[in-house]
């Protein structure tokens, strides 16, 4: 830390974890226990009956409904409106990142924060699940036309070196793999707006979370079902008597000893076939990550950490693209690497 601090909270029940994997476990145990899911409808209309939720309908089809969750993000309010509910205003916030490579990893043991301010808890400094360091985020307020606006900026990224280095001055950028923008929900009230409606019977908004949003969504996730769903709207929920809580993990060969990982090659020669070098990701575990779900690169990316390492996929992508369109019998253009009309390949330069 800089010597020109002068005193600072110690804070041990503090933690990470990685955001996008808790969800990720979320839905894989909840299709274990029977949920349907549908991925990249645009939810175009909400049936509303004499007051009451009926429908969904997206561009795909339509859905019959007893009770709405309206937990759209940044969208929250547009869906809100669309069933002619109470909704408070969302705009985005965006924060910027810089995420050095995990052999700076060292670096920090702890989440170093700053002092808050009255917009943010501050930029700051700390270590990642799989050994690297993240730097940010700022807080920058944006109109409300512009939720869709993930892109970086001179200004704030040299915000982010500025303030980090100020705590860590032994930050160095030359470690830098990769930059990046998110955006917040953010609201006028600056609070969570979580209830249910009072015009709509079964519309219920969880919107505008912000940070701590993560944190608090168990809690949340409890209140809406025990607080609202059954005590406000009257309706009676069962519990389901062979609920598995347990969702196991995809195995990380680089995490298991020698002898176990070759006892697994044994059973499976692609536990053995390195395909991300930089994190040491077998294609078994990409395989696996494919069976759960995965249909994307980012799919792929986000369940394995494949691409996530120093080359940021400059060597494994067009390996993975390859294991993709093999295992779901598509077409290599046919593969996105996130949602709709992100494709990697556009066709081919010969035949």
């Known amino acids: 830390l800089s010597p020109l601090v002068k005193a600072s909270l110690w804070a041990p029940t503090a933690g990470i974890t990685e955001p996008w994997m808790v969800a990720i476990a979320a839905v894989e145990n909840a299709l274990d226990n029977g949920l349907k899911l549908h991925l990249d409808e645009k939810v175009v209309d909400i049936v509303v009956e004499k007051s009451r939720v009926k429908k969904v309908v997206t561009e795909r089809g339509e859905y019959k409904a007893d009770v709405i969750v309206n937990c759209?993000?940044?969208?929250?309010?547009?869906?809100?409106?669309?069933?002619?509910?109470?909704?408070?205003?969302?705009?985005?916030r965006k924060g910027e990142y810089i995420l050095l490579d995990k052999s700076v990893g060292n670096l920090v043991r702890r989440i170093i924060f700053p002092t808050p301010t009255d917009i943010s808890k501050g930029i700051l400094v700390l270590p990642t699940v799989d050994g690297g360091i993240l730097l940010g985020p700022t807080a920058m307020d944006l109109s409300r036309d512009r939720k869709r606006d993930l892109a970086t900026t001179r200004e704030g990224l040299k915000e982010v070196v500025e303030k980090t280095k100020k705590m860590v001055p032994g930050i160095d950028l030359s470690y830098a793999i990769k930059t990046f923008a998110g955006l917040r929900p953010e609201s006028p009230q600056?609070?969570?707006?979580i209830k249910a409606s009072?015009?709509?019977?079964g519309f219920i908004n969880v919107m505008a979370m912000r940070s701590p949003g993560l944190t608090a969504a168990p809690a949340i996730a409890k209140y809406v079902v025990e607080k609202i769903i059954q005590e406000d709207l009257k309706i009676e929920l069962k519990r389901k008597e062979n609920f598995n809580p347990i969702r196991k993990g995809i195995i990380r060969f680089a995490d298991l000893p020698l002898d176990e990982w070759n006892e697994w090659i044994k059973k499976d020669p692609l536990a053995g076939k390195i395909v991300c070098y930089c994190n040491k990701v077998t294609e078994r575990e990409i395989v696996e990550a494919i069976k759960r779900g995965a249909r994307t690169l980012d799919g792929i990316k986000f369940r394995t950490r494949a691409m996530f390492g120093k080359c940021q996929g400059g060597f494994c992508m067009t390996r993975i693209l390859k294991?993709?369109?093999?295992?779901?019998?598509?077409?290599?253009?046919?593969?996105?690497?996130?949602?709709?009309?992100?494709?990697?390949?556009d066709g081919r330069v010969r035949e």
């Open 198 to 201: 009072e015009r709509i019977w």
């Open 323 to 345: 294991i993709l369109a093999r295992e779901l019998g598509l077409d290599e253009s046919e593969i996105l690497l996130k949602s709709r009309k992100s494709w990697l390949i």
């Open 72 to 92: 759209a993000g940044l969208f929250a309010d547009e869906i809100a409106k669309m069933a002619g509910a109470e909704y408070t205003p969302i705009y985005p």
């Open 190 to 193: 600056r609070d969570f707006f």
